[in-house]
């Protein structure tokens, strides 16, 4: 059982930055492409980004239009951990944001076997 945990959110105001992190125990995230997803409260779940399959001799990265140019989606295989950093932060950012795991999702045909708990994100304006 792979178990995902996030970390990292808060409080900012607008035009901040945060780093989210997913990381887990007892198991190699680079088996898995890891994706970001958020949902704020009445919205539906939106897939934010995704970074494919960490032993691939090359990473691809995707982004939703609503954070492209503003975020970055990395890995750190020594802390065996997934980054995103979201700068100049807006309200419309606000919401819980999730990663999951699975080792044949896809941008366009996300499969994810497993999820975290979310860490909350407020921008305030």
């Known amino acids: 059982q792979v178990q995902l945990v996030e970390s990292g959110g808060g409080l900012v105001q607008s035009g901040g930055s945060l780093r989210l992190s997913c990381t887990a125990s007892g198991v190699s995230l680079d088996r898995y492409a890891i994706g970001w997803f958020r949902q704020a409260p009445g919205k539906e779940r939106e897939a934010v980004s995704l970074?494919?399959?960490?032993?691939?001799?090359?990473?691809?990265?995707y982004y939703a239009d609503s954070v492209k140019g503003r975020s970055t989606i990395s890995r750190d295989k020594s802390k065996n951990t997934v980054y995103l950093e979201m700068n100049s932060l807006r309200p419309e950012d606000t919401a819980t944001y999730y990663c999951a795991a699975g080792p044949n999702s896809k941008w366009d045909t996300p499969d994810y076997d497993y999820w975290g708990q979310g860490t909350q994100v407020t921008v305030s304006s």
């Open positions: 970074i494919s399959r960490g032993f691939e001799s090359s990473y691809s990265t």
